[in-house]
């Protein structure tokens, strides 16, 4: 049972394109991580969102952590090709390890 | 900084052979875990240790081995490679995970492919 459902599983978009991609769940998490994987490489940190309802912001990515603590949104404002990637979402529960979504190929166009 | 190293970067085993992928951190993190990654299947747990002496399987242990000597090094050991142990393999480190919201710290991971 795969308790982080991400999607979509393939995003193939132009440049100047907006996004979203969604990390749902049935499960209460304590805390909810986005991580990006480029080829060839570890996953890295992009943030960590604790709270419900919490809205982060990197530059042009907006992550948001849902009132309940189940799902997570990752949207990309005006998309660039340095994009494109592997995102994860990962979240804890209270007493196990963090667990990681399938992931969202994204590829971004010029 | 060297963060997170893993040997070896590529390795072939024919089945039934055996191995360790090295681990090794110089953060002086608690805690360390190994993950494979598959097409389509995302990051999958396999062990875990959260100190020097203590580790504990994920979700996918079987077939694996690990031990925590030292606090810095994190060895995975496969004792009788099969196929379907063909996968690339992350180590990861993290301060603590008590507060559960540490950030994982990668290595650069290990391809195997097992024939």
């Known amino acids: 049972t795969q308790l982080l459902e991400q999607s979509p599983q393939f995003l193939s978009i132009q440049e100047g394109e907006n996004l979203t991609v969604y990390c749902n769940s049935s499960?209460?998490?304590?805390?909810l991580q986005w991580y990006r994987q480029e080829p060839g490489e570890g996953p890295v940190l992009l943030v960590t969102?604790?709270?419900?309802?919490e809205v982060k912001k990197l530059k042009r990515l907006t992550f948001q952590f849902g009132d309940a603590r189940k799902d997570s949104s990752l949207h990309i404002t005006a998309a660039q090709p340095g994009d494109t990637g592997l995102y994860l979402c990962?979240?804890?529960?209270?007493?196990?390890?963090?667990?990681f979504g399938k992931g969202t190929t994204l590829s971004v166009s010029s | 900084n060297a963060g997170v190293t893993q040997t070896p970067k590529f390795q072939v085993l024919k089945t039934g052979q055996s191995m360790t992928l090295q681990c090794a951190q110089d953060?002086?993190?608690?805690?360390m875990s190994w993950y494979r990654q598959d097409p389509g299947m995302g990051l999958r747990l396999i062990h875990y240790?959260?100190?020097?002496?203590?580790?504990d399987q994920g979700e996918v242990p079987n077939g694996y081995n690990v031990s925590r000597s030292t606090t810095e090094d994190f060895p995975l050991r496969l004792l009788s490679a099969a196929p379907s142990q063909t996968s690339v393999y992350f180590c990861?480190?993290?301060?603590?995970?008590?507060?559960?919201?540490?950030?994982?710290?990668f290595g650069e991971g290990s391809r195997l492919t097992v024939l």
């Open positions: 969102v604790v709270t419900g309802g």
């Open positions: 953060m002086n993190h608690e805690y």
């Open positions: 990861a480190s993290s301060y603590s995970q008590s507060s559960f919201t540490g950030e994982l710290f």
């Open positions: 990962a979240g804890n529960q209270a007493g196990t390890a963090l667990i």
């Open positions: 499960s209460v998490f304590s805390s």
């Open positions: 240790s959260v100190g020097a002496g203590i580790t």
